[in-house]
C-alpha cells in the first residue's frame, strides 16, 4: 500500500464519514476513492485538491497529503530528482551578485602549528584564502570535506576584484538517492563558476560511498605558500610552509586531476558560443529556461541582419554561425520547451530588449518586432508547436541572470543574461555528466500540468493581454 493510499485512509477514519459522503461533497465518483485506496487507481489533481478542502488540511497538513500523491504519481526517485532541481533554481535565484570591498583577514598562526576547534579551523581558512588571494593570478588547489563549503568566502574574494584561481576535486555519489546530493553540489559550483568569471574549475569523481580515512587530516587546501591539512570533521588542523612539501602536494593533486573529469567548461568566445550552440542544439528538441520567453526561432535573416552588429569580431564569420544557429531552431518541429516568468515576459514586452542577446552586437528591437515575435510565439503555443510554460513564483523561480539549456547532445549549457553583473556570455559553463543532463531533461519534460507552471490556457491569456489590440 502507498503512503499515500494510508494518509488518505487515516483521512478518512479520523472524519468518520463514509466515502459515499465524501464524494458526493467533492464531486468524484465513489468507486474511484475505493480504488484509489487499494492503489488500482490513480485520483486526478483536482479531486485530491477537493479532498484537501474537504478534511480542512491546515497548510503543513497540505503540503504532506500532496507530496505524497506527487510521489505516488512520478515515483520516489523522479519526485525526490525533480524536487532537487526546483529547489536548485530557486536557490540560484536567490544568489546576489554585486562588487564589495575586499575582506579584511585576520593573523595566520605559526606554521606547523596545531589548530584546535571547527570556529579556529574555518578562521584559519578564511584568513589563508584572503591572504593569499592578494598575491597577482594566484592558484588554488581545493580537497574539502562535504561539511565544509566555501561559496561564501570565495564569492566575496572575487567580487571585491581579487584575481586568483581554483581548482576543486569533488566527489560524486553513485548509490540510490545520490543524484540529489549531486545536483545540489551545482548549487555551489554555478555561483563560483559565475562570480569567479571562469576562475573556478571543479573535477569530480564518482564513488559508491564515503571511503574510511585513513589520515586524521585527509583534506587541504594548497596555496602558493602554505599547505592547509583538516579533518573531515573540522576539528583541527595543521598549517605547514615548506616548500618542497607544497611541492610534493602540488604534483600529486595535479596526478588526481588526471583521474577525474571537468565538470563544467567554460569559455569566453562569442563565436565559440555560438559554434556550441549549433553543436548542441537538436533540430528536433530544445528545452530553454530563462526569466523571458525563448523567441530565437523568430529570428529570421532579415530581423538579423537588421539588428545585428559586430564588435571586435569578424561580421562575416558571427554573421555565418547566427544564421546556422537560428535556422536550426526554426527548423525544430517537436519537443520545444520554452520556460520563462512572468515578470520576464512583461520585461521584453516594455524594455523591447533581448536578455540573451550581448547588448554590443544586438540592441533594443523596434516594439513591432518584439509584438509580432510575441504574437507567433502565442500562435505556436496554441497550436503545440512550442510548450511554453509560465512559472508559478510560489513555486519555482528562475534567475534573471541565467539562460539555461538543455540539449539532446546530454549537455547542460548555462549562459548569464544582461542581468547579470558582468554582462552576457562573460562566462558560459557546459555541464556534460549524463546522469545530471537526464535529470534536467526529465524535470522540464515533467514540467506541463504540474502546480510548478500555469495552465497553458492561463499563458495564452496572459499573452493576449499582451500582444491583442485594445
Not at 129 to 153: D, G, M, R, V, Y
Request: proline residues 5%.
Amino acid at each position: 500500500m502507498s503512503k499515500f493510499s494510508e494518509y488518505l485512509r487515516n483521512l478518512i477514519n479520523e472524519s468518520g464519514e463514509s466515502i459515499s459522503a465524501i464524494s458526493r461533497s467533492i464531486g468524484a465518483e465513489r468507486t474511484s476513492i475505493h480504488k484509489a485506496l487499494s492503489d488500482e487507481r490513480v485520483l486526478p489533481y483536482k479531486v485530491v485538491q477537493n479532498l484537501a478542502r474537504h478534511f480542512n488540511l491546515s497548510l503543513d497538513e497540505r503540503q504532506e497529503f500532496l507530496r505524497l500523491y506527487y510521489i505516488l504519481l512520478q515515483g520516489e526517485e523522479s519526485y525526490r530528482n525533480r524536487q532537487a532541481v526546483c529547489e536548485l533554481l530557486n536557490h540560484l535565484s536567490s544568489v546576489e551578485f554585486h562588487k564589495i570591498a575586499p575582506p579584511v583577514a585576520s593573523k595566520l598562526p605559526s606554521v606547523n602549528s596545531l589548530i584546535r576547534g571547527e570556529y579556529a579551523v574555518h578562521s584559519v581558512i578564511r584568513s589563508l584564502l584572503i591572504s593569499e588571494s592578494e598575491q597577482e593570478k594566484a592558484k588554488f588547489h581545493f580537497l574539502l570535506p562535504s561539511k565544509l563549503n566555501l561559496t561564501t568566502e570565495l564569492m566575496e574574494l572575487w567580487l571585491s576584484g581579487r584575481e586568483f584561481y581554483v581548482d576543486q576535486i569533488l566527489c560524486f555519489y553513485t548509490q540510490k538517492d545520490a543524484s540529489v546530493e549531486n545536483i545540489r553540489l551545482l548549487g555551489s559550483v554555478i555561483p563560483l563558476c559565475m562570480a569567479s568569471v571562469g576562475k573556478y574549475q571543479p573535477y569530480y569523481f564518482h564513488n559508491t560511498s564515503d571511503a574510511v580515512t585513513l589520515s586524521p587530516m585527509s583534506y587541504y587546501i594548497i596555496t602558493p605558500n602554505y599547505l592547509l591539512q583538516f579533518s573531515e570533521d573540522l576539528s583541527c588542523a595543521l598549517l605547514q610552509g615548506m616548500p618542497e612539501l607544497i611541492e610534493h602536494y602540488n604534483n600529486y593533486y595535479q596526478w588526481l586531476i588526471q583521474c577525474c573529469d571537468p565538470l563544467t567548461q567554460c569559455n569566453t568566445s562569442i563565436l565559440d558560443i555560438l559554434q556550441e550552440y549549433i553543436t548542441t542544439t537538436a533540430p528536433d528538441e530544445i528545452q530553454v529556461m530563462m526569466a523571458q520567453p525563448c523567441t530565437a526561432r523568430y529570428y529570421t535573416p532579415e530581423i538579423i541582419h537588421k539588428y545585428m552588429r559586430s564588435s571586435n569580431v569578424p561580421y562575416q564569420d558571427m554573421l555565418a554561425l547566427v544564421e546556422r544557429h537560428f535556422s536550426v531552431l526554426r527548423q525544430n518541429s517537436m519537443r520545444y520547451y520554452s520556460i520563462f516568468t512572468e515578470k520576464g515576459l512583461l520585461d521584453l514586452f516594455n524594455s523591447n530588449v533581448i536578455v540573451d542577446l550581448p547588448p554590443q552586437f544586438v540592441p533594443p528591437l523596434d516594439h513591432e518586432d518584439i509584438l509580432a515575435m510575441l504574437r507567433q510565439l502565442r500562435s505556436d503555443i496554441a497550436k503545440d508547436n512550442i510548450c511554453g510554460l509560465i512559472t508559478r513564483p510560489t513555486q519555482l523561480k528562475l534567475p534573471d541572470y541565467l539562460s539555461i539549456s538543455v540539449s539532446a547532445q546530454n549537455k547542460i549549457n548555462i549562459y548569464p543574461t544582461n542581468a547579470f553583473l558582468f554582462g552576457t556570455y562573460c562566462c558560459n559553463i557546459h555541464i556534460s555528466d549524463e546522469s545530471l543532463c537526464r535529470i534536467f531533461q526529465d524535470f522540464v519534460q515533467s514540467l506541463p500540468g504540474s502546480p510548478m507552471v500555469y495552465s497553458k490556457e492561463d499563458c495564452l491569456k496572459l499573452l493576449d493581454q499582451l500582444t491583442l489590440p485594445f
